[in-house]
T-cell receptor, first 112, second 114 residues
Framework: GENVEQHPSTLSVQEGDSAVIKCTYS??????FPWYKQELGKRPQLIID?????GEKKDQRIAVTLNKTAKHFSLHITETQPEDSAVYFC???????????FGTGTSLTVIP | EAQVTQNPRYLITVTGKKLTVTCSQN?????MSWYRQDPGLGLRQIYY???????DKGDVPEGYKVSRKEKRNFPLILESPSPNQTSLYFC?????????????FGPGTRLTVL
């Protein structure tokens, strides 16, 4: 099955700085790469996703980049704010089959 | 309101006592799934269902059962719970017409098995 690795597992940044979380995947046929945010005590929610036909997608302060050759994709958060503090999960479901694979999560803390 | 609901939200039980966690969605989604969340291990898929009467194992299916008799419901059954099933459980659903789509998660069920 798919193997999704996510780094770092914890990340602390000063408010206003940028944060970058990286994921690598093993199935070269994967073509959908979502990112979920889970605030403390809450359920995961999709914040952004990208499909393999584009290399980058932006939504206000968040962006995702994809390098299909290297099989990695990254979440970029600019001008971080305290409300960005959460656990972030990447996922890379394989192109064939119906299982869904998440990374192990990154706990982001934005220090005011 | 479009949503995924789970019950109960919290459950403390003892080893071997059968339990069921219910999951229901009102979005007419085809794909439903159960995950468990453990520190350092992220979200791991237990079982998933592509549609009514179609279920399959995820990454960690041992000790769990599921059924999909109606499109909206996807209960998770622990026939003989053990302490290593203590975890936070999430049900999720998505409208998967072609390719992958956003998964909507329920509020979670925190299970403790003594």
């Amino acid at each position: 099955g798919e193997n999704v690795e996510q780094h770092p597992s914890t990340l602390s940044v000063q408010e206003g700085d940028s944060a970058v979380i990286k994921c690598t995947y093993s199935d070269s046929a994967s073509n959908y790469f979502p990112w979920y945010k889970q605030e403390l005590g809450k359920r995961p929610q999709l914040i952004i996703d990208i499909r393999s036909n584009v290399g980058e997608k932006k939504d206000q302060r968040i962006a995702v980049t994809l390098n299909k050759t290297a099989k990695h994709f990254s979440l970029h958060i600019t001008e971080t704010q305290p409300e960005d503090s959460a656990v972030y999960f990447c996922a890379a479901p394989p192109n064939t089959g119906n299982q869904f694979y998440f990374g192990t999560g990154t706990s982001l803390t934005v220090i005011p | 309101e479009a949503q995924v609901t789970q019950n109960p939200r919290y459950l403390i039980t003892v080893t071997g006592k059968k339990l069921t966690v219910t999951c229901s969605q009102n979005m007419n989604h085809e794909y439903m799934s159960w995950y468990r969340q453990d520190p350092g291990l992220g979200l791991r898929q237990i079982y998933y269902s592509m549609n009514v009467e179609v279920t399959d194992k995820g990454d960690v299916p041992e000790g769990y059962k599921v059924s999909r008799k109606e499109k909206r419901n996807f209960p998770l059954i622990l026939e003989s719970p053990s302490p290593n099933q203590t975890s936070l459980y999430f049900c999720a659903s998505s409208f998967r017409l072609a390719g992958w789509a956003e998964q909507f998660f329920g509020p979670g069920t925190r299970l403790t098995v003594l």
